[in-house]
Protein backbone atom coordinates (compact mmCIF):
# COMPACT_ATOMS: atom_id res chain seq x y z
CA UNK A 1 0.00 0.00 0.00
CA UNK A 2 1.19 3.52 -0.77
CA UNK A 3 -0.05 6.14 1.99
CA UNK A 4 0.29 9.79 1.76
CA UNK A 5 0.46 11.41 4.95
CA UNK A 6 0.11 14.88 6.07
CA UNK A 7 1.12 16.54 9.35
CA UNK A 8 1.74 19.26 10.90
CA UNK A 9 4.66 18.25 13.22
CA UNK A 10 7.31 15.79 12.72
CA UNK A 11 11.03 15.67 14.27
CA UNK A 12 12.68 17.57 15.20
CA UNK A 13 10.11 18.58 17.23
CA UNK A 14 8.78 16.33 19.43
CA UNK A 15 4.96 15.48 20.91
CA UNK A 16 2.47 12.48 21.33
CA UNK A 17 1.85 13.54 17.84
CA UNK A 18 5.50 12.45 16.87
CA UNK A 19 5.62 9.61 19.30
CA UNK A 20 2.48 8.13 17.80
CA UNK A 21 4.14 8.77 14.04
CA UNK A 22 7.14 7.81 14.35
CA UNK A 23 5.94 4.40 15.82
CA UNK A 24 3.47 3.97 13.11
CA UNK A 25 5.84 4.69 10.33
CA UNK A 26 8.47 2.10 11.67
CA UNK A 27 5.71 -0.38 11.60
CA UNK A 28 4.68 0.31 8.16
CA UNK A 29 8.07 0.08 7.24
CA UNK A 30 7.80 -3.84 8.81
CA UNK A 31 4.83 -4.48 6.81
CA UNK A 32 6.27 -3.57 3.48
CA UNK A 33 4.01 -0.11 2.69
CA UNK A 34 6.00 3.13 1.44
CA UNK A 35 4.91 6.48 2.96
CA UNK A 36 5.04 9.85 1.64
CA UNK A 37 5.09 12.23 4.81
CA UNK A 38 4.68 16.42 4.14
CA UNK A 39 5.65 17.89 7.29
CA UNK A 40 7.07 21.67 7.96
CA UNK A 41 10.58 21.76 7.06
CA UNK A 42 13.48 20.62 9.01
CA UNK A 43 12.26 17.22 9.33
CA UNK A 44 14.94 14.66 8.11
CA UNK A 45 14.46 13.40 4.89
CA UNK A 46 13.65 9.52 5.41
CA UNK A 47 12.28 8.22 8.37
CA UNK A 48 11.80 4.13 8.39
CA UNK A 49 10.19 3.84 4.74
CA UNK A 50 8.53 6.98 4.36
CA UNK A 51 10.43 9.72 1.88
CA UNK A 52 9.55 13.12 3.30
CA UNK A 53 8.54 16.19 1.82
CA UNK A 54 9.38 19.32 3.88
CA UNK A 55 7.16 22.57 3.27
CA UNK A 56 8.58 25.77 3.78
CA UNK A 57 7.21 26.14 7.61
CA UNK A 58 6.81 30.01 9.40
CA UNK A 59 6.04 30.69 13.35
CA UNK A 60 2.23 31.07 14.14
CA UNK A 61 2.04 33.96 15.93
CA UNK A 62 -0.07 32.72 18.81
CA UNK A 63 2.54 29.90 19.15
CA UNK A 64 5.82 30.89 17.95
CA UNK A 65 7.60 28.15 19.52
CA UNK A 66 5.49 25.93 16.62
CA UNK A 67 5.91 26.29 12.67
CA UNK A 68 3.40 25.51 10.87
CA UNK A 69 3.15 25.21 7.02
CA UNK A 70 0.78 25.91 4.15
CA UNK A 71 -0.07 24.05 1.26
CA UNK A 72 1.91 24.51 -1.84
CA UNK A 73 1.93 23.49 -5.53
CA UNK A 74 4.63 21.44 -5.29
CA UNK A 75 2.46 18.76 -3.31
CA UNK A 76 0.35 18.12 -5.83
CA UNK A 77 3.48 17.49 -7.95
CA UNK A 78 4.97 15.01 -5.50
CA UNK A 79 1.34 13.14 -4.73
CA UNK A 80 0.98 12.60 -8.60
CA UNK A 81 4.33 11.18 -8.78
CA UNK A 82 3.90 8.92 -5.63
CA UNK A 83 0.70 7.55 -6.31
CA UNK A 84 -0.78 6.51 -3.14
CA UNK A 85 -3.80 4.85 -2.54
CA UNK A 86 -5.00 6.80 0.10
CA UNK A 87 -4.37 10.18 1.79
CA UNK A 88 -4.02 10.46 6.05
CA UNK A 89 -4.04 13.80 7.25
CA UNK A 90 -3.04 14.22 11.19
CA UNK A 91 -4.16 16.61 12.91
CA UNK A 92 -5.34 18.79 10.24
CA UNK A 93 -5.12 22.57 10.33
CA UNK A 94 -2.66 24.28 7.55
CA UNK A 95 -0.49 21.64 6.01
CA UNK A 96 -3.56 19.44 6.23
CA UNK A 97 -5.55 21.24 4.24
CA UNK A 98 -2.97 20.42 1.31
CA UNK A 99 -3.55 16.71 1.56
CA UNK A 100 -7.62 17.26 2.14
CA UNK A 101 -7.87 19.00 -1.25
CA UNK A 102 -5.32 16.58 -3.10
CA UNK A 103 -7.47 13.63 -1.88
CA UNK A 104 -10.28 15.69 -3.60
CA UNK A 105 -8.44 16.73 -6.65
CA UNK A 106 -7.30 13.13 -7.12
CA UNK A 107 -10.59 11.17 -6.18
CA UNK A 108 -8.53 8.96 -3.31
CA UNK A 109 -9.80 8.23 -0.08
CA UNK A 110 -9.17 10.54 2.92
CA UNK A 111 -8.77 9.46 6.24
CA UNK A 112 -7.80 12.07 9.74
CA UNK A 113 -6.90 11.86 13.06
CA UNK A 114 -7.70 14.12 15.89
CA UNK A 115 -5.34 15.06 17.95
CA UNK A 116 -4.94 18.31 19.75
CA UNK A 117 -8.58 19.83 21.70
CA UNK A 118 -7.33 23.28 20.14
CA UNK A 119 -10.91 24.74 21.00
CA UNK A 120 -10.64 24.25 24.40
CA UNK A 121 -7.27 25.91 24.32
CA UNK A 122 -9.42 29.14 22.95
CA UNK A 123 -11.06 28.85 27.15
CA UNK A 124 -7.82 28.48 28.69
CA UNK A 125 -6.61 31.80 26.77
CA UNK A 126 -10.40 33.35 27.69
CA UNK A 127 -11.04 33.28 23.68
CA UNK A 128 -14.26 31.78 24.69
CA UNK A 129 -15.79 33.71 21.76
CA UNK A 130 -13.40 31.88 19.19
CA UNK A 131 -14.74 28.42 20.48
CA UNK A 132 -17.60 27.95 17.80
CA UNK A 133 -15.65 28.94 15.54
CA UNK A 134 -12.32 26.59 15.89
CA UNK A 135 -15.01 23.58 16.16
CA UNK A 136 -16.67 24.49 13.27
CA UNK A 137 -13.34 24.79 11.59
CA UNK A 138 -12.19 21.46 12.22
CA UNK A 139 -15.19 20.02 11.90
CA UNK A 140 -15.44 21.41 8.34
CA UNK A 141 -12.01 20.11 7.41
CA UNK A 142 -12.48 16.14 9.54
CA UNK A 143 -15.73 16.29 7.68
CA UNK A 144 -14.31 15.92 4.31
CA UNK A 145 -12.64 12.06 5.32
CA UNK A 146 -14.26 9.18 5.15
CA UNK A 147 -12.85 8.35 8.03
CA UNK A 148 -12.06 10.01 11.42
CA UNK A 149 -9.84 8.60 14.19
CA UNK A 150 -9.80 9.87 17.73
CA UNK A 151 -7.24 8.74 20.22
CA UNK A 152 -9.70 7.90 23.16
CA UNK A 153 -13.20 7.01 23.52
CA UNK A 154 -13.58 10.30 25.54
CA UNK A 155 -12.32 12.31 22.92
CA UNK A 156 -14.50 10.33 20.34
CA UNK A 157 -17.73 10.86 22.10
CA UNK A 158 -16.42 14.65 22.46
CA UNK A 159 -16.40 15.01 18.94
CA UNK A 160 -19.55 12.88 18.15
CA UNK A 161 -21.01 15.47 20.31
CA UNK A 162 -19.58 18.44 17.96
CA UNK A 163 -21.30 16.62 14.80
CA UNK A 164 -18.14 15.07 13.91
CA UNK A 165 -18.73 12.59 11.31
CA UNK A 166 -17.66 8.71 10.49
CA UNK A 167 -15.42 8.30 13.62
CA UNK A 168 -13.51 5.48 14.92
CA UNK A 169 -10.97 4.92 17.34
CA UNK A 170 -6.94 4.43 17.14
CA UNK A 171 -6.01 2.89 20.23
CA UNK A 172 -3.21 4.23 22.29
CA UNK A 173 0.05 2.40 23.05
CA UNK A 174 3.88 3.33 24.56
CA UNK A 175 6.67 1.38 23.66
CA UNK A 176 6.71 -0.47 26.72
CA UNK A 177 10.17 -2.58 26.45
CA UNK A 178 12.08 1.16 26.26
CA UNK A 179 10.50 2.95 29.83
CA UNK A 180 10.02 -0.61 31.60
CA UNK A 181 13.54 -1.59 31.04
CA UNK A 182 15.14 1.96 32.34
CA UNK A 183 17.04 1.43 35.30
CA UNK A 184 17.35 4.18 38.46
CA UNK A 185 20.00 6.49 37.91
CA UNK A 186 22.64 8.69 40.82
CA UNK A 187 23.62 10.29 37.46
CA UNK A 188 20.12 11.54 35.71
CA UNK A 189 18.38 11.70 39.53
CA UNK A 190 21.38 14.28 40.22
CA UNK A 191 20.12 16.26 36.94
CA UNK A 192 16.62 15.67 37.98
CA UNK A 193 17.32 17.46 41.24
CA UNK A 194 20.71 18.93 42.07
CA UNK A 195 19.71 19.71 45.47
CA UNK A 196 17.97 16.61 46.46
CA UNK A 197 19.18 14.80 49.88
CA UNK A 198 18.57 11.23 50.60
CA UNK A 199 14.69 10.81 51.36
CA UNK A 200 13.69 13.66 49.47
CA UNK A 201 11.37 12.97 46.74
CA UNK A 202 11.28 14.21 42.94
CA UNK A 203 8.36 14.97 41.11
CA UNK A 204 8.59 14.76 37.51
CA UNK A 205 6.69 16.66 34.68
CA UNK A 206 7.18 15.75 30.74
CA UNK A 207 5.49 17.38 27.58
CA UNK A 208 5.54 20.94 26.16
CA UNK A 209 6.03 23.78 27.82
CA UNK A 210 2.91 25.82 27.08
CA UNK A 211 0.50 28.10 28.98
CA UNK A 212 -2.55 25.65 28.28
CA UNK A 213 -0.34 22.63 30.19
CA UNK A 214 -0.92 24.78 33.58
CA UNK A 215 2.50 23.70 34.79
CA UNK A 216 2.55 26.71 37.17
CA UNK A 217 -0.28 24.98 39.28
CA UNK A 218 2.35 23.03 40.37
CA UNK A 219 4.11 25.38 42.39
CA UNK A 220 1.90 25.51 45.84
CA UNK A 221 2.86 22.21 45.75
CA UNK A 222 6.64 22.85 46.52
CA UNK A 223 5.78 25.28 49.26
CA UNK A 224 3.70 22.67 50.99
CA UNK A 225 6.01 19.89 51.14
CA UNK A 226 9.92 20.93 51.90
CA UNK A 227 11.38 18.18 50.72
CA UNK A 228 9.56 17.93 47.29
CA UNK A 229 11.87 19.00 43.90
CA UNK A 230 10.39 19.45 40.75
CA UNK A 231 12.33 18.34 37.21
CA UNK A 232 10.24 19.80 34.29
CA UNK A 233 11.21 17.84 30.82
CA UNK A 234 10.68 19.50 27.86
CA UNK A 235 10.53 22.77 26.32
CA UNK A 236 8.16 25.54 24.82
CA UNK A 237 7.49 29.43 24.58
CA UNK A 238 6.43 28.76 28.33
CA UNK A 239 9.79 28.36 29.32
CA UNK A 240 10.90 31.71 30.38
CA UNK A 241 7.48 32.77 32.08
CA UNK A 242 7.75 28.90 34.22
CA UNK A 243 11.54 30.09 34.94
CA UNK A 244 10.14 33.05 36.57
CA UNK A 245 7.45 31.66 38.56
CA UNK A 246 9.51 28.30 39.83
CA UNK A 247 12.67 30.58 40.87
CA UNK A 248 13.26 30.38 44.25
CA UNK A 249 11.94 26.81 44.47
CA UNK A 250 13.24 23.43 44.29
CA UNK A 251 12.50 23.07 40.40
CA UNK A 252 15.23 22.17 37.49
CA UNK A 253 14.14 22.66 33.84
CA UNK A 254 16.38 20.03 31.54
CA UNK A 255 15.20 20.88 28.08
CA UNK A 256 14.00 18.28 26.26
CA UNK A 257 14.87 14.69 26.36
CA UNK A 258 14.43 11.62 23.85
CA UNK A 259 14.75 7.38 23.82
CA UNK A 260 16.42 5.59 26.52
CA UNK A 261 17.34 9.52 28.03
CA UNK A 262 14.33 10.24 29.03
CA UNK A 263 13.34 6.73 29.73
CA UNK A 264 16.07 7.18 32.52
CA UNK A 265 14.53 10.35 33.84
CA UNK A 266 11.46 8.84 34.22
CA UNK A 267 12.68 5.79 36.24
CA UNK A 268 14.88 8.22 38.30
CA UNK A 269 11.74 10.15 39.60
CA UNK A 270 9.62 9.61 42.59
CA UNK A 271 6.57 10.44 40.84
CA UNK A 272 4.98 11.36 37.61
CA UNK A 273 2.38 14.69 38.25
CA UNK A 274 -0.09 15.86 35.08
CA UNK A 275 -2.02 19.33 35.33
CA UNK A 276 -2.93 19.52 31.69
CA UNK A 277 -6.53 19.14 31.32
CA UNK A 278 -6.92 19.39 27.48
CA UNK A 279 -5.07 16.52 26.28
CA UNK A 280 -6.90 13.64 23.86
CA UNK A 281 -5.07 10.89 25.36
CA UNK A 282 -1.58 11.96 27.41
CA UNK A 283 0.74 9.31 26.20
CA UNK A 284 3.41 10.57 28.77
CA UNK A 285 1.11 8.84 31.39
CA UNK A 286 1.90 5.84 29.68
CA UNK A 287 5.02 6.37 29.28
CA UNK A 288 5.24 6.74 33.42
CA UNK A 289 3.07 3.76 33.91
CA UNK A 290 5.62 1.83 31.86
CA UNK A 291 8.27 2.95 34.32
CA UNK A 292 6.51 1.71 37.26
CA UNK A 293 5.83 5.32 38.63
CA UNK A 294 2.62 6.36 40.30
CA UNK A 295 1.11 8.90 37.99
CA UNK A 296 -1.17 12.40 39.66
CA UNK A 297 -3.44 13.98 36.92
CA UNK A 298 -5.66 16.62 36.89
CA UNK A 299 -9.21 15.45 36.15
CA UNK A 300 -10.45 15.66 32.48
CA UNK A 301 -12.45 12.61 30.61
CA UNK A 302 -9.28 11.50 29.03
CA UNK A 303 -7.39 11.54 32.22
CA UNK A 304 -10.20 9.06 33.62
CA UNK A 305 -10.10 7.07 31.10
CA UNK A 306 -6.19 6.10 31.07
CA UNK A 307 -6.12 6.41 34.76
CA UNK A 308 -9.27 3.87 35.16
CA UNK A 309 -11.07 6.28 37.14
CA UNK A 310 -8.69 6.61 39.79
CA UNK A 311 -7.50 2.84 40.03
CA UNK A 312 -4.21 3.46 38.09
CA UNK A 313 -3.21 6.69 39.49
CA UNK A 314 -4.11 9.98 41.52
CA UNK A 315 -6.76 12.27 39.94
CA UNK A 316 -7.15 15.61 41.09
CA UNK A 317 -9.74 18.87 40.64
CA UNK A 318 -8.10 21.08 37.91
CA UNK A 319 -9.27 24.25 39.40
CA UNK A 320 -8.65 23.09 43.45
CA UNK A 321 -4.69 23.61 44.88
CA UNK A 322 -6.00 22.11 47.94
CA UNK A 323 -7.03 18.99 45.71
CA UNK A 324 -3.77 18.57 44.19
CA UNK A 325 -1.69 19.06 47.30
CA UNK A 326 -4.02 16.41 48.95
CA UNK A 327 -3.31 14.26 45.93
CA UNK A 328 0.26 14.92 46.82
CA UNK A 329 0.39 14.25 50.14
CA UNK A 330 -1.42 10.98 49.88
CA UNK A 331 0.98 10.02 47.49
CA UNK A 332 3.95 10.82 49.37
CA UNK A 333 2.52 9.17 52.62
CA UNK A 334 0.06 6.14 51.96
CA UNK A 335 2.35 3.72 51.16
CA UNK A 336 -0.79 1.11 50.52
CA UNK A 337 -2.23 3.49 48.25
CA UNK A 338 0.73 4.42 45.87
CA UNK A 339 1.92 0.95 45.44
CA UNK A 340 -1.84 -0.02 44.32
CA UNK A 341 -2.26 3.17 41.80
CA UNK A 342 1.48 2.31 40.86
CA UNK A 343 0.83 -1.55 40.04
CA UNK A 344 -2.20 -1.27 38.14
CA UNK A 345 -0.69 1.16 35.92
CA UNK A 346 1.96 -0.71 35.60
CA UNK A 347 -0.48 -3.49 34.27
CA UNK A 348 -2.45 -1.61 31.66
CA UNK A 349 1.08 -0.19 30.38
CA UNK A 350 2.27 -4.27 30.18
CA UNK A 351 -0.89 -4.76 28.31
CA UNK A 352 -0.04 -2.09 25.51
CA UNK A 353 2.76 -1.79 22.37
CA UNK A 354 2.49 -0.05 19.13
CA UNK A 355 2.18 -3.09 17.24
CA UNK A 356 -1.49 -3.46 18.31
CA UNK A 357 -2.48 0.14 17.68
CA UNK A 358 -0.66 -0.15 13.78
CA UNK A 359 -2.11 -2.90 12.70
CA UNK A 360 -5.51 -1.15 13.81
CA UNK A 361 -4.82 1.93 11.74
CA UNK A 362 -3.68 -0.65 9.05
CA UNK A 363 -6.87 -2.64 9.13
CA UNK A 364 -8.69 0.90 8.70
CA UNK A 365 -6.33 2.07 5.81
CA UNK A 366 -7.60 -1.53 4.10
CA UNK A 367 -11.50 -1.29 5.12
CA UNK A 368 -11.15 2.32 3.30
CA UNK A 369 -9.48 1.66 0.66
CA UNK A 370 -12.10 -1.92 -0.29
CA UNK A 371 -14.79 0.28 0.20
CA UNK A 372 -13.53 2.12 -2.95
CA UNK A 373 -12.41 -0.23 -5.14
CA UNK A 374 -8.69 1.08 -5.04
CA UNK A 375 -5.98 -1.39 -6.64
CA UNK A 376 -2.42 0.43 -7.43
CA UNK A 377 -2.16 1.93 -10.67
CA UNK A 378 -0.76 4.71 -12.58
CA UNK A 379 -2.95 7.88 -11.31
CA UNK A 380 -3.44 8.67 -15.21
CA UNK A 381 -5.16 5.68 -16.26
CA UNK A 382 -6.88 5.49 -12.62
CA UNK A 383 -10.97 4.94 -13.20
CA UNK A 384 -11.22 6.11 -9.70
Not at 203 to 218: C, M, Q, T
Not at 235 to 264: C, I, N, Q, V
Not at 309 to 324: Q, Y
Request: with cysteine; net charge neutral; aromatic share 10%.
Amino acid sequence: MRIAMFTETFLPSTDGIVTRLCATLKHLEEEGHEVCLFAPSGAPKKYASATIVGIPAMPFILYPEKRFSLPMPRIGRAIKKFQPDLVHVVNPAFLGLGGIYYAWKFHLPLVASYHTNVPAYARHYKLNFLEPALWWYFRTLHNRAQLNLATSRATMEELERHKFENLGLWERGVDFDLYNQATRSAEMRQRLAPAAKDGDSVLLYVGRLASEKNIERIRPCLNAFPNLHLAIVGDGPYRSELERLFAGTKTSFTGYMHGSELASAYASADAFLFPSTTETLGLVLFEAMATGLPVLAADSAPTREVLENGEAGFIFDSNSTESMIESVKVMLTDTQKREAVRKRGLDIAKSLDWHGPSEQLLGHYQSICATHGIVSQPMESSSR
